[in-house]
């Protein structure tokens, strides 16, 4: 195979990823925009970045951030559920890379519910992972946060105990332990 057929195969597989991890936000956000609110976020109106959750999500070979995503558009928009997640190597290759959807160590998963974001405002979701074990070694973390192929890719220099992440679903706030 060549260069550029595995850079393919790897984009594929991450794009499946994405689509599988985030399959309950497109439900959940299109449900919200059903609903007579916003419609929902339009790909390119999004931000993704990770938010320091300083010293409150280390702990027990358990470490977290927060995902923000923010609405960079002109008008309000709606999104939804679990973000899709998938961890890129170094050169942006593929990583194998399992997310649970729910409680975090450090948060209570608020519930797949959807969110208007107006513009300029933000949602944000808990994301944590181990480092005890054997780990894979991520240098890049891609976020899509309405669960379409769209996506934003944020650095994530992490050792990932066998690529599993676990994460909240969006919530208006930061999630917390209450």
Same mark, same amino acid.
């Given at each position: 195979? @060549?260069?550029?057929?595995?850079?393919?195969?790897?984009?594929?597989?991450?794009?499946?990823?994405?689509?599988?991890?985030?399959?309950?936000?497109?439900?959940?956000?299109?449900?919200?925009?059903?609903?007579?609110?916003?419609?929902?976020?339009?790909?390119?109106?999004?931000?993704?970045?990770?938010?320091?959750?300083?010293?409150?999500?280390?702990?027990?070979?358990?470490?977290?951030? #927060?995902?923000?995503?923010?609405?960079?558009?002109?008008?309000?928009?709606?999104?939804?559920?679990?973000?899709?997640?998938?961890?890129?190597?170094?050169?942006? $290759?593929?990583?194998?890379?399992?997310?649970?959807?729910?409680? @975090? #160590? &450090?948060?209570?998963?608020?519930?797949?519910?959807?969110?208007?974001?107006? !513009?300029?405002?933000?949602? &944000?979701?808990?994301?944590?992972?181990?480092?005890?074990? !054997?780990?894979?070694?991520?240098? #890049?973390?891609?976020?899509?946060? $309405?669960?379409?192929?769209?996506?934003?890719?944020?650095? &994530?220099?992490?050792?990932?105990?066998?690529?599993?992440?676990?994460?909240?679903?969006?919530?208006? $706030?930061? !999630?917390?332990?209450?």
């Amino acid at each position: 195979m @060549t260069i550029r057929g595995l850079r393919s195969a790897a984009t594929v597989t991450a794009a499946v990823a994405l689509a599988v991890g985030a399959g309950a936000g497109m439900a959940s956000a299109a449900g919200a925009a059903g609903s007579g609110a916003a419609g929902a976020c339009r790909p390119g109106t999004l931000k993704v970045t990770t938010t320091s959750a300083g010293s409150s999500q280390v702990g027990m070979n358990h470490e977290g951030t #927060y995902l923000k995503v923010t609405n960079t558009g002109t008008s309000a928009c709606a999104i939804g559920g679990y973000p899709g997640l998938a961890l890129e190597g170094a050169g942006h $290759t593929a990583l194998k890379t399992t997310a649970h959807h729910g409680d @975090t #160590y &450090f948060a209570k998963d608020p519930g797949a519910h959807g969110i208007t974001l107006k !513009p300029g405002k933000s949602a &944000f979701a808990d994301l944590v992972w181990t480092h005890a074990g !054997p780990s894979v070694q991520a240098k #890049y973390l891609q976020v899509s946060p $309405t669960g379409s192929n769209s996506h934003g890719v944020v650095a &994530f220099d992490k050792a990932v105990d066998g690529g599993k992440l676990s994460v909240t679903a969006w919530s208006a $706030t930061p !999630p917390s332990a209450s």
